[in-house]
């Protein structure tokens, strides 16, 4: 039966339920997100603990190794680091992307509930998290002001800024930093503490007593009943000056007598800078899986908003919009498809040189796209760079199909046939061909969306779109253009000088094609030669092209960190990295440098920059190139190093190491690893194309080691955790108190003077408590009224004082910064970047080579190694890509041979494969473009459009054999006939797939770096093949053909059955 007849004679059926599918689409276009790529959200828990005063050894192996133990059998974990710092460790959890996080969440939080009884007792509370590594902050914002004090100024953007836009729908977590919220801080004299016979622990015990906030009943009247409140508070520094702390000699002894209260912030080694002067930085994060420029774009709604309520002269500035890139670069793609769209209409007016077959023809196109939409909508994709490429390079194919159907309409019509009657025959004669096609087209798609990990993540998108083009096209041509044709196509080709000049250039293609193919038929060794000659040589040529994971694009941002010595005090930090800022803004491509020292999750010797540049159409070099710029530039500065890089559109690195490359180093021996790393790094910063090699071992942190002697100090009555109490609170900014205000809290901070600071010999000022419990001084309460108000006076029982240096030595040592893990075990993460033109690959492979050579042997044997996050990536993709495209190979000859019933034919059909494959890699060698995720994809779309060809010519090939016509009884002849016949519709669908990708291969617009590989390797495998293919597939059929016709006569069998096609109707 010939359903497409149905369709033909039923116009308003056909009519009403294009119109529906084009309704249904148009308005699913309007409701699809908008997103830079499909949604690839790690499942990343984080979990930081953190124990005041405690070293980065001790951290590492009282809390990282027994929380380490409990997450490592935890299941779809993949990669597990952490780091252990001053008083803190933080280890971050990477899961399976088929990991609900949220149930990875649940398992950690297990897990560290089974790990407590092996923590310290004085460790704080886990505090866990749920993030994505790969979700950078899609908006920064700065608050700054010339005449506003800080604390106020940080006060606004967390209590006005930040509380607001967190109610925007899809914004997730908003980092504050620079951040300078308000705190008492208390400095004690030591000397003045010690004459007065006091220690620490009786201030802390003071001031908690003296500053409480507790509830106080009610009084429960016979008439009413009353809330008791007692006001406990104090709110300023002046009020803590004058805090009674005991009472010597029947005199009140008040903090100003041992040191002076002063209002500050919480943390004096934070700063934010925005082009040189002060402010406060708000990075807004998306929740999993949001619309980013929905997000971006609501938070722009809700700014002017919040800066009507700016206080003074605040400015609230953003510093950078994700957004902005995402909405240009969609927009791009839009226009690239229309562009692509545009050629290939002239490229069908031009071959049927009829402006109604044109337009018959044309019609598949938006039909089939835009239907394509509410497909789309259906499964939740999103218009994204991956998807909107996907549908402009079905521009060039999805045409194919009605482009075959009308040129065979119109060769029925040029025979005499009526237009009902040709339209009736020919989607009865060419019907099977387009439903093999389309479906073997759609097939091509199917390995990478039911792939798992990051590639099919990212291109499962790419592939459902085209593959429903693709079938919506193959309606679309079986149905309405027939139809169409039936009522209006005109056989009268027009008339015009461009038109026959093309014709007559087509019609001597033609002629000449006949002549080459009746010599090429006759040669058929010499094909066979050429044909693997052409393997080999795609062989040969995979080997030396470039190759890449993820393609950088610029996005007009530029990430930086910085790095100065160990022990390099904040003010002289803070100069060195404003002399980079001031380099930085000289170069005429930048728009502005936001500079921040001491955010979350950093190092106290680590900073980072983020340069904002200016728009394309207004500076003069890429992102990369501003950067190796700088890089000179900069390098003149004494004491500090600057590492910059591209950010990549996905982030994928475990570890907080900086630069695009990261090779991890582990041992279970620590000694032997500290020892070998230095010299690791340095062979790495040696091998070709790397540049910025960087460690995060950082071992001559200055430290001061006080070694207790424990006998001496037994007999004076100070114990080691007086010793380490007493330390912490004279150095280390201890909180004591807290102070409550109507929407905030804040920090009452207690630590020695500055000037007690200044030196080693400081310590000596510091004194102890001997009594029987040192370091806990008995303490007595009596009631007093003062002028300060706290109604409660301690008073010491204090025993005589102990200088620290009559009980202990101190010395000078050196330390490690942080103590790093990976996979359980002691880690140093190498980082680098690439050098300009460097591929990923290439680097790899050298640091491949060094580590097989160096690891394992010598000094080193101890040592094994890794790469991470991207290079990681890469690796894998370098084993699953080609794995991949054979399983596509062998699914389209499944279902070839399916539908043929032939196990030979699909042989021939896929024979222009190797073809189209040395042409991709050819052309991206001659453009200096890396064969990537992007390009690769182009490889595998190429198995699906190649075959095209070849279908066309031997299915009409088998039907010449089939129609019992003597002069198609052989299979030679049959497909010299079919070749030719067939020449025209290949040319137009090859010429339609070729313009409709050189938009994506020229490359034009935001982020078109990352799409022209594609397009340059859909081009030049398709032009390579169309050559070939047009010789090879009819050799090879006409080879097979008469090998099998030899073998049945040795075997004295009887001719095979001929492949089946559609049933005649009925």
Not at 18 to 30: D, K, P, R, S
Not at 990 to 1002: D, F, N, Q, R
């Amino acid at each position: 039966m010939n359903l497409s007849a149905v369709f033909i004679r039923r116009v308003v059926m056909t009519s009403v339920l294009m119109i529906a599918l084009v309704l249904a689409g148009g308005m699913a276009y309007f409701a699809l997100p908008v997103s830079e790529l499909p949604d690839v959200s790690f499942p990343t828990i984080t979990v930081n603990m953190s124990l005041p005063g405690a070293n980065p050894e001790t951290m590492a192996a009282a809390v990282a190794t027994p929380l380490e133990r409990q997450f490592s059998g935890l299941p779809g974990l993949e990669t597990m680091s952490s780091t252990s710092s001053v008083g803190s460790t933080r280890v971050v959890l990477q899961f399976a992307l088929s990991r609900n996080v949220d149930a990875a969440a649940q398992d950690v939080q297990n897990a560290v509930s089974q790990a407590a009884g092996l923590l310290p007792r004085e460790i704080n509370p886990a505090q866990i998290q749920k993030e994505d590594p790969s979700a950078a902050p899609i908006m920064h914002l700065i608050v700054r002001s010339k005449t506003i004090a800080l604390p106020l100024l940080n006060q606004f953007a967390k209590d006005r800024v930040a509380l607001r836009l967190a109610s925007v729908p899809g914004a997730g977590q908003i980092d504050v930093n620079g951040a300078q919220k308000y705190a008492v801080r208390l400095f004690v004299n030591p000397h003045l503490l010690a004459a007065h016979h006091m220690g620490f622990d009786q201030i802390v015990s003071a001031v908690q007593a003296g500053n409480s906030n507790a509830p106080a009943g009610t009084l429960m009247g016979r008439a009413r009943s009353y809330t008791v409140r007692a006001d406990g508070q104090l709110k300023r520094a002046a009020d803590f000056d004058n805090m009674v702390l005991s009472y010597a000699d029947g005199a009140p002894v008040r903090f100003r007598d041992i040191g002076h209260a002063q209002d500050s912030v919480e943390n004096l080694q934070t700063a934010a800078y925005l082009n040189g002067q002060r402010a406060i930085e708000i990075n807004i994060h998306r929740q999993p899986g949001a619309n980013t420029l929905a997000v971006t774009r609501g938070i722009q709604a809700a700014l002017p908003a919040i800066r009507a309520q700016l206080p003074g002269d605040a400015q609230l500035d953003v510093l950078y919009d994700r957004g902005d890139y995402i909405g240009a670069s969609v927009e791009d793609v839009e226009w690239t498809l229309l562009g692509s769209l545009l050629l290939v209409i002239v490229v069908i007016l031009l071959f049927l040189r009829s402006w109604m077959a044109t337009l018959i023809v044309a019609l598949a196109l938006p039909i089939s796209l835009i239907g394509t939409f509410a497909v789309m909508r259906l499964l939740h994709f999103s218009l994204d760079n991956i998807s909107m490429l996907a549908l402009t390079l079905s521009v060039g194919f999805v045409v194919d199909d009605a482009i075959v159907v009308i040129e065979n309409i119109v060769r029925h019509a040029e025979q005499g046939a009526s237009r009902m009657d040709a339209a009736i025959a020919a989607t009865k004669e060419i019907g099977f061909t387009v439903l093999s096609m389309t479906l073997s087209l759609s097939a091509v798609f199917l390995p990478i969306v039911f792939m798992g990990g990051l590639v099919g993540r990212l291109f499962s998108e790419f592939g459902m779109v085209i593959a429903i083009a693709v079938i919506l096209s193959g309606i679309v041509s079986l149905t309405l253009t027939p139809m169409l044709a039936s009522r209006w196509l005109d056989p009268k080709k027009s008339a015009g000088w461009v038109f026959e000049r093309f014709d007559r250039l087509v019609e001597a293609s033609e002629r000449g094609y006949a002549r080459s193919l009746e010599w090429s038929t006759q040669r058929i060794g010499l094909m066979a030669a050429i044909g693997i000659a052409t393997l080999v040589c795609t062989a040969g040529m995979y080997a030396i092209v470039e190759k890449g994971f993820i393609p950088q694009v610029d996005s007009g941002k530029i990430d930086g960190d910085t790095r100065v010595p160990e022990g390099t005090a904040f003010a002289d930090f803070l100069a060195k990295q404003n002399a980079v800022v001031k380099i930085i803004q000289r170069n005429p491509n930048v728009a502005n440098v936001e500079s921040v020292i001491g955010s979350d999750n950093t190092l106290s010797n680590s900073g980072r920059l983020l340069i904002g540049l200016k728009p394309l159409s207004e500076r003069s070099g890429t992102a990369e190139q501003v950067i190796q710029a700088v890089r000179k530039q900069v390098a003149g500065i004494q004491g500090i190093t600057l590492n910059m890089r591209n950010p990549p559109a996905i982030d994928m690195g475990p570890t907080a190491s900086n630069g695009s490359l990261q090779y991890v180093l582990q041992s279970t021996d620590q000694k032997a690893l500290y020892a070998q790393s230095d010299a690791i790094l340095q062979d790495i910063g040696r091998v070709d194309g790397v540049q910025d090699p960087q460690s995060d071992l950082q071992l001559k942190n200055p430290q001061i080691e006080v070694i207790l002697h424990r006998e001496q100090a037994a007999a004076l009555g100070v114990t080691a955790a007086g010793l380490q109490d007493t330390l912490q609170s004279a150095y280390g900014g201890r909180k004591i108190s807290t102070i409550y205000g109507d929407t905030d809290q804040y920090e009452v901070l207690l630590q020695v003077a500055p000037s007690a600071q200044a030196d080693l010999n400081a310590l000596d000022a510091l004194s102890f408590n001997g009594n029987q419990n040192p370091g806990i001084t008995a303490i007595g309460t009596q009631t007093s009224n003062s002028s300060s108000g706290t109604s409660a006076v301690l008073t010491a029982a204090g025993g005589p004082m102990v200088p620290l240096r009559a009980v202990a030595d101190v010395r000078m040592g050196v330390g490690p910064v942080a103590i790093n893990h990976y996979a359980g075990l002691p880690a140093v993460t190498l980082s680098m970047n690439l050098a300009p033109g460097v591929s990923l690959g290439d680097a790899a492979s050298g640091i491949g080579t060094l580590m097989a050579q160096t690891l394992g042997k010598g000094d080193a044997r101890a040592i094994s190694g890794q790469f991470a996050g991207s290079a990681q990536a890469f690796e894998n993709s370098l084993k699953t890509l080609p794995m991949l495209l054979l399983i596509t190979v062998l699914l389209i000859y499944g279902v070839l041979a399916i539908l043929y019933e032939n196990a030979l034919h699909p042989i021939t059909i896929l024979t222009s494969l190797p073809l189209a494959g040395f042409g991709a890699i050819l052309m991206l060698v001659l453009f200096r473009q890396e064969l990537n995720l992007f390009s690769f994809v182009g490889l595998i779309l190429l198995v699906g459009l190649v075959k095209k060809n070849g279908i066309m010519m031997v299915d009409y090939a088998l039907d010449l054999e089939r129609s019992g016509d003597a002069r198609w009884k052989s299979p030679r002849a049959a497909m010299l006939e079919a070749a030719t016949v067939r020449f025209r519709p290949i040319m137009m669908t090859t010429l339609a797939a070729v313009l409709g990708s050189l938009p994506i291969a020229l490359g034009f617009g935001a982020g078109a770096e990352a799409r022209r590989p594609l397009g340059i390797a859909v081009v030049g495998g398709l032009l390579f093949s169309q050559a070939l293919t047009l010789y090879l597939t009819p050799a090879f059929h006409i080879a097979m053909a008469e090998w099998s016709a030899r073998r049945r006569a040795r075997r004295g069998g009887t001719a095979r059955p001929p492949a089946p096609s559609l049933p005649e109707p009925g």
